[in-house]
Nanobody, 119 residues
Framework: QVPLVESGGGFVQAGGSLRLSCSPS????TGWFRQAPGKEREFVAT????????YCADSVKGRFAVSADNAKSTAYLQMNSLKPEDTAVYYC????????????????WGQGTQVTVSS
């Protein structure tokens, strides 16, 4: 089992930025999901094991970016121009698939980190 740990969540005003971190990474593809109260878990972004390819959901494209520093075994989710509707618990997960976008394609999950965006 790969215990993933997220960090970097917090409280920010609309228009602000946060950067989430997920460790360890680099052995599997790393994905980011979020879940708001009363809603299903939603795919946000994913990056390959090498870090050379990535994909973001349309809802965050242009505002969020996923990256990885394999020397640090850490993946990042840079979130800019945050909106109140981005408020959710954000999870990172590890997968053996290539650019997986479905939660059932991921094997290992972190505990999540809360992101709250005020209007």
């Amino acid at each position: 089992q790969v215990p993933l740990v997220e960090s970097g969540g917090g409280f920010v005003q609309a228009g602000g930025s946060l950067r989430l971190s997920c460790s360890p990474s680099g052995t599997y593809a790393t994905g980011w999901f979020r879940q708001a109260p009363g809603k299903e878990r939603e795919f946000v972004a994913t990056i390959t094991r090498s870090g050379r390819s990535s994909y973001c959901a349309d809802s965050v494209k242009g505002r969020f970016a996923v990256s990885a520093d394999n020397a640090k075994s850490t993946a990042y989710l840079q979130m800019n121009s945050l909106k109140p509707e981005d408020t959710a618990v954000y999870y990172c997960a590890a997968s053996g698939f290539y650019l997986p976008t479905r939660a059932d394609q991921y094997t290992y999950w972190g505990q999540g980190t809360q992101v709250t965006v005020s209007s």
